[in-house]
């Protein structure tokens, strides 16, 4: 199968982009679940953009670079603050709803910002944006959608990406898809950890076939935790920002405020600041979110999920403190870029999360994301536009993997499905205890060398160490999981290997020694 431009992921980076690029080109996207699988619909808070008079794009940046401690690329900051307003229009033209205050776009305030400028749909910002996205998408005829379909690898010859190899949903084999570009958009790695904001399938596996096809990576150290995440329920569930912007407090089991001890602007503090106080607080007894001076009647109209959701797991966040911890969040590095999306691997792009455009720095700025995703994902697209070259056929290159998977193949299904969920449970325990928001150098060196050992486990498999004449062959399920669990270790490994690179302490990477 060829296509003009392959796009992995559907959050708002890929949809973005794919709406763009195919105005011109034929597109397909490639995503392992649904389209509405990904982490943009679980973006709470909304989109940071300067609308107020009151405010300015200097301001902006300024808190932008201030979050992300001064480690951050000053023009690539400059291009997303300064293309914001536009992104708000383009996306109001898509039909999102943004919820409205006296004939305006209604803004609030979040960590980091000396200003009102976060635009928003309640509390259900990116889920609005992401519905929206998806209707253009399945709407549009030059786009071909694949979804459950895992993304294997890149295809690179001679330092040249000229496709990807899946493995197709329907036959379920491995397949080989050409193009001319290949635009990563696979969103986060937070499931490397025990307590993630993050979706199912937020693996690492944008970062781990990158790293894999000799792209360059930068600033994996800097993984940000949520400060304030519920662990009460079913699932994580994170706690809007934007809770924090219009009143609520966090406080601890004696039900006293600490955070105006540790930073000028208390609760509304960069995330690094406030997770960081929040987890050493929390070693003394149980945190929680406190918003019981607003109204249920408020609450239900602004944060009607949040309101929803812990209602469900018997807290009423009118009248009661909400016990919160910190949680894996966001990687604010990823695979390095230039302006327009472009890495060192020619014809691979890359956008959102899994990319490092320098915009965040050492650490994220609340409600910089989507709008980062947006404003990159147009820049890729024109790129890529301006850049139509022919598909050139692709050679056989994916024997490696048609001999792995022979071999898993005809593995004992039992056996791998447990060793790969122990292993999976070992990455997580190992990054949550190691390589967390405080570090130190044994923990960090500890942790590499059990990521290596698991990692080398894995490739053992596909060496036939689990090899039977049984007939509980293994199925699909279980071959993406061995992709997956792979994903997750060398991705793992590259978080801790820049975590050891860099003994000093800068945004949400903290070494006490």
């Not at 540790?262 to 960081?276: C, F, G, I, M």
């Not at 929680?288 to 209602?311: C, G, H, N, V, W």
């Not at 590095?333 to 720095?361: M, Q, R, S, Y």
């Not at 071999?407 to 004992?412: F, G, H």
Request: glycine share 8%.
């Amino acid at each position: 199968m060829n296509s003009q431009a392959i796009i992995i992921g559907s959050g708002i980076a890929g949809l973005s982009a794919a709406l763009i690029i195919a105005k011109r080109l034929p597109v397909t996207i490639v995503t392992k679940s649904a389209l509405l699988g990904g982490s943009t619909r679980l973006a709470q808070g909304g989109i940071a953009t300067v609308l107020a008079e009151t405010d300015t794009f200097a301001q902006h940046i300024k808190d932008t670079l201030e979050a992300g401690s001064n480690h951050n690329n000053n023009e690539a900051v400059k291009l997303m603050v300064e293309n914001g307003p536009l992104v708000i229009k383009e996306l109001i033209d898509l039909g999102v709803d943004f919820d409205q205050h006296d004939g305006s776009i209604a803004l609030t305030r979040e960590g980091g910002h000396a200003a009102r400028r976060i635009a928003h749909h309640k509390d259900t910002t990116g889920l609005e944006i992401e519905t929206k996205l998806v209707q253009k998408v399945e709407e549009h005829k030059n786009i071909t959608i694949l979804e459950n379909t895992l993304a294997v690898d890149l295809v690179v010859e001679g330092g040249v990406c000229q496709g990807i190899i899946i493995i197709n949903s329907e036959t379920e084999e491995l397949e080989l898809l050409s193009s001319a570009h290949v635009l990563m958009a696979s969103g986060g790695l937070g499931q490397i950890y025990e307590v993630t904001t993050n979706p199912a399938v937020a693996t690492g596996d944008g970062f781990a076939m990158a790293y894999r096809a000799g792209a360059t990576l930068k600033d994996m150290e800097f993984i940000q935790f949520h400060p304030t995440a519920f662990t009460g329920g079913d699932d994580v569930l994170l706690l809007s920002e934007a809770l924090r912007g219009e009143g609520a407090l966090i406080v601890n089991e004696l039900g006293e405020r600490f955070m105006q001890e540790t930073h000028v602007l208390a609760e509304l503090a960069p995330r690094d600041v406030v997770a960081r106080a929040l987890y050493l607080e929390s070693k003394k007894g149980q945190v929680y979110l406190d918003m019981t001076a607003k109204s249920a009647d408020y609450l239900q109209e602004r944060f009607p999920y949040i309101y929803k959701t812990l209602q469900k797991s018997g807290y009423d966040l009118a009248t009661d403190l909400i016990p919160i911890m910190p949680a894996a969040h966001f990687c604010c590095g990823g695979i390095a870029t230039d302006l327009d999306g472009k890495t060192n691997v020619d014809n691979l792009f890359a956008i959102g999360e899994v990319a490092c455009t320098g915009v965040h720095g050492a650490n994220r700025l609340a409600s910089n994301s989507l709008l980062e995703a947006a404003v990159f994902a147009k820049q890729a697209a024109m790129a890529i536009q301006e850049n139509d070259i022919a598909v050139s056929p692709t050679p056989a290159v994916f024997t490696d993997w048609q001999t792995a998977f022979a071999i898993l193949k005809n593995s004992d299904a039992e056996l791998l499905v447990y060793a790969l969920g122990n292993i999976q449970l070992e990455i997580k325990a190992i990054m949550q205890e190691k390589v967390g928001i405080v570090r130190n150098l044994d923990d960090l060196t500890s942790a590499n060398e059990d990521l290596i050992q698991l990692e080398e486990r894995l490739y053992g498999f596909c060496r036939s160490d689990l090899a039977t004449e049984s007939v509980k062959h293994t199925n699909t399920d279980q071959l993406i999981s061995f992709v997956e669990t792979l994903n997750m270790v060398q991705t793992a490994i590259l978080v801790v290997e820049a975590a050891l690179e860099r003994p000093q302490s800068l945004g949400c990477h903290f070494r006490l020694r």
